[in-house]
């Protein structure tokens, strides 16, 4: 069979019914468009949210402390156990942990070149290094040494940095004052919230665990993060964790747990899925009525060209190829309503990307299944109509007024 | 399928029966007929007659309802539907009354239609179409739509396209129906031509001027063969 043959009649039989052909593609052009949108901007919408969730640490999970009700449901004075180093290694020890971090927060003002910045100081371990991205700009991280030494280093943000500090300042090995103590300045790495994440203009400084809780009056570790070895074992490293930490502590008015990042989630994923549910039902129903409509269209075609499929099967057509001529004309024009639909849907994709917080991304796979779904209709919905045409006898076909 | 063509078409008691509804029109009776190769007939009668219809049972195009059809003594009756539109393409050329041109192809694509089902290559096909709308004729219309073209260029285009796979017969209704005399007149030199050269010709007219170019008139009257006549050239 000669497919281009069939598929460049069906063409120019397409365009020689321009407005008549692009009608009968609505259906087909509003169905796919509707779907290749809706998936688009659920696909940007889950990154998002999942980015949100975890950022950069997709592994990470924070535990905490929870007492138990009470009996009587009034509140309880309740003392959060205080958590070692030696804590922290023996959570480390668990299987499926790659890093136990313990992390401390403090809060201080740092004053230079007559400028100053509210800073989040965060007391950190060597661990944090190997379970956070920390990638440096200038400068150096922190040592053990400085760790065990309790040297009164910091390191700052990228952010507090181009805020405070001109840009050619030769600013590491400087002594800087937070909140009246000095410190020397040891290093400068990448802020880790992204620019979009970012509200208010405080900045962040990394100082030694130990350094921050003699500066703040707190020896304990204050918070306990932990990096699983990946992201699927993560609830489940994260449930040993607490309980192994409650254990240690020999709880008995509260427990260690942690926040299930997976059950925001699933709630988004049921959301999303009533949502793609009900544009998949319109996108659905739309295509159905343009799948009729392209079969009606078909079956008008036929009836206006009855002659032309007896002569052709007077100079030697077979019923194969009449039904292939038509089947092939119905899925051409399907196929381009799809195409159209596809077209219109990344435009509407760009521009609505414009309005919403997070890009909505057209993918190739979608746009395949799309292009591909929509020639399959052309074949459903032409069969009869190129059945019809096929089974015309030649002499009634010519005989046709 | 190939097909070798001997020299014979047999007709044997050829019946056709029309239904309409509960309506039976009998068209044919007992149609005997035998057609050697390189004859040119005409097939004559009043309208009605059943003429157009013996020559589409000639074709292929119409099965009969009841009796034999041999072709090279082979019967032809329980031949596939497939079959016999390959007979079709390679054997029968047809000429029409109305021409019945594709109306939004140009000249040589209506010739080139025939070969396209013969899954002759595009080129091939390009070349033969040019040279039959040549030997009609038509070598300077080829990019010309039937719309373009007055009815002798189009009946020209027609017999183009029925001689463009180099089949033994042509079978034309009415081939002059719609054309005035002196047009009708260089189509008929145009058959006699054909015929010349080897191809068996039957034509279905009711016009004793057209039916005079032919050897051999058969005349029908209410589905059967009056008379068969033969010019002694």
Redesign the interface.
């Given at each position: 069979m000669n497919i281009l043959e069939s598929f460049k009649i069906a063409l120019s039989s397409i365009w020689n019914h321009k407005i008549r052909s692009i009608l009968t593609m609505l259906g087909i052009i509003i169905g796919v468009c509707a779907v290749i949108i809706i998936v688009a901007i659920g696909t940007g919408a889950q990154t998002q949210l999942t980015d949100e969730l975890f950022g950069d640490d997709k592994n990470v999970i924070e535990l905490y402390y929870e007492p138990f009700p009470t009996d009587d449901g009034s509140e309880m004075m309740w003392v959060e156990p205080e958590l070692t180093a030696d804590d922290l290694a023996e959570i480390q020890q668990l299987p499926g942990v790659k890093v136990a971090m313990g992390i401390n927060h403090g809060w201080g003002t740092l004053f230079h070149n007559e400028k100053q910045i509210e800073l989040q100081i965060v007391g950190v371990g060597r661990d944090y290094f190997y379970g956070k991205n920390i990638e440096m700009v200038e400068g150096r991280p922190f040592t053990m040494q400085d760790n065990d030494n309790m040297n009164r280093v910091v390191m700052i943000d990228d952010f507090t940095r181009d805020k405070l500090f001109k840009e050619d300042e030769d600013i590491i090995g400087e002594i800087v004052e937070i909140s009246g103590n000095p410190y020397k300045l040891v290093g400068v790495y990448k802020s880790t919230t992204p620019p979009e994440y970012r509200w208010g203009d405080d900045g962040e400084a990394l100082m030694p665990r130990t350094l921050n809780g003699m500066m703040f009056g707190a020896a304990e570790i204050q918070q306990v993060q932990v990096l699983a070895a990946s992201a699927e074992t993560l609830t489940e490293t994260a449930d040993l964790a607490a309980t192994r930490l409650s254990e240690i502590k020999n709880l008995e008015d509260g427990e260690y747990t942690y926040w299930d990042m997976s059950e925001y989630e699933e709630e988004f994923a049921s959301f999303y899925k009533i949502v793609t549910l009900v544009i998949g039902s319109i996108a659905g129903i739309s295509l159905l009525v343009g799948g009729i409509g392209v079969m009606n269209i078909m079956l008008v075609s036929v009836t206006e060209r009855t002659r032309e499929i007896g002569l052709r099967k007077a100079i030697g057509a077979t019923r194969k190829r009449i039904l292939f001529q038509f089947l092939i004309e119905a899925m051409t024009i399907t196929l381009l309503g799809g195409l159209i639909g596809i077209g219109i849907a990344m435009l509407v994709t760009i521009i609505v990307s414009q309005f919403l917080p997070f890009t909505a991304v057209v993918s190739p796979i979608v746009v395949m299944i799309g292009a591909s779904f929509s020639a399959l209709i052309g074949i459903v919905f032409g069969i009869l109509p190129a059945n019809k045409a096929s089974k015309l006898s030649p002499i009634d076909a010519l005989r046709h007024e | 399928m190939e097909w070798k063509w001997l020299h014979m078409m047999k007709l044997n008691k050829i019946n056709k029966i029309y239904q309409s509804g509960k309506l039976t029109v009998p068209v044919l009776h007992d149609i005997d007929l035998e057609i050697k190769d390189g004859e040119f007939i005409a097939i004559m009668g009043p309208s009605g007659s059943g003429k157009s219809t013996l020559m589409?049972i000639i074709?292929f195009?119409?099965p009969p309802t009841s009796g034999t059809y041999e072709l090279n003594e082979e019967k032809i009756n329980s031949f596939h539907?497939?079959q016999l539109?390959?007979l079709?393409?390679?054997h029968i050329g047809?000429v029409?009354q109305q021409f019945?041109l594709?109306p939004?192809q140009n000249a040589l694509k209506n010739v080139e239609?025939?070969l396209?089902?013969?899954?002759v290559g595009k080129r091939e096909r390009v070349e033969r179409a040019q040279e039959m709308l040549k030997k009609v004729g038509l070598g300077d219309r080829a990019t010309h739509l039937p719309n373009e073209l007055s009815g002798g260029q189009k009946q020209r285009v027609c017999i183009a396209?029925a001689l463009v796979?180099d089949p033994e017969i042509i079978l034309a209704d009415e081939p002059t129906g719609a054309l005035d005399s002196k047009t009708s007149e260089q189509i008929m030199e145009l058959f006699v031509q054909l015929n010349q050269e080897g191809k068996t010709v039957i034509l279905v007219t009711h016009e004793e001027e057209i039916a005079a170019y032919a050897d051999r008139i058969i005349f029908l009257r209410d589905g059967k063969i009056t008379e068969d006549r033969r010019h002694s050239a």
């Open positions: - | 589409n074709g195009l119409d539907e497939n539109a390959g079709r393409n390679k047809f029409f019945f594709l939004r239609a025939p396209v089902y013969a899954d396209r796979n």
